[in-house]
């Protein structure tokens, strides 16, 4: 029993040298440029490791992709169903927190141009959730409410790949500040007060 723990943390160990050295030269260089031996190299593991994991660069680029997003998600949602019930929106500290922990991946996904599925998950998984949560009244239409969680979406990730393409030069808990008072002033939840 204690082998198999042993292996799972080397397997651990060897997904995350890979993950990083792919992040490491992601933002180093164009994705097509990237190959195997190089994430090998950088990773100190050999070619048949990263094969083991991953089916090629492309299967690693999407994992990360989807490991990140489901992350998010998972943090926006558990985020929602807490007692105070207060989302990434009414609450945004926790998103920027999660952001800049795992800055190196952030910033290579928004500072390389071929990366639109990243953003496009972001985006997709923002907006249906801003959909619920606009306060548009009674006269809005729920197209209206679709174009209102459509730009409140799009902002948001603007804001966010702005500070993280700049290399956050404010806190986590004034952009959270920062986000919150203009989602509240655009009425996705009402002022406190």
Known sequence: MENAVKTDRRILRSRQAITKAFLELFSEKEFDQITINEIADRANV????????????YDLLDKCIEDHVNEFISLCRNREASPAGQG????????????????????????NER???????????????????????????AADKEIK???????????????????????????AEQ??????????YPQNG
């Open 46 to 57: 050999n070619r048949g490791t990263v094969y083991l994991h991953y089916a090629d660069k």
């Open 88 to 111: 990434m929106v009414h609450e945004p500290l926790p998103v920027f927190e999660y952001f800049r922990e795992h800055f190196r991946f952030f910033f290579a996904m928004f500072s």
């Open 115 to 141: 990366v639109i599925l990243f953003r496009d998950r972001l985006l997709h998984f923002l907006s249906d959730n801003l959909v619920e949560k606009v306060d548009s009244g009674t006269e809005d239409t």
């Open 149 to 175: 969680a459509q730009f409140l979406a799009s902002a948001f990730i603007g804001v966010v790949e702005w500070w993280i393409r700049h290399r956050m030069p404010h806190s986590a808990a004034f952009m």
């Open 179 to 188: 986000v919150k008072d203009l989602f509240e002033k655009n009425q996705v």
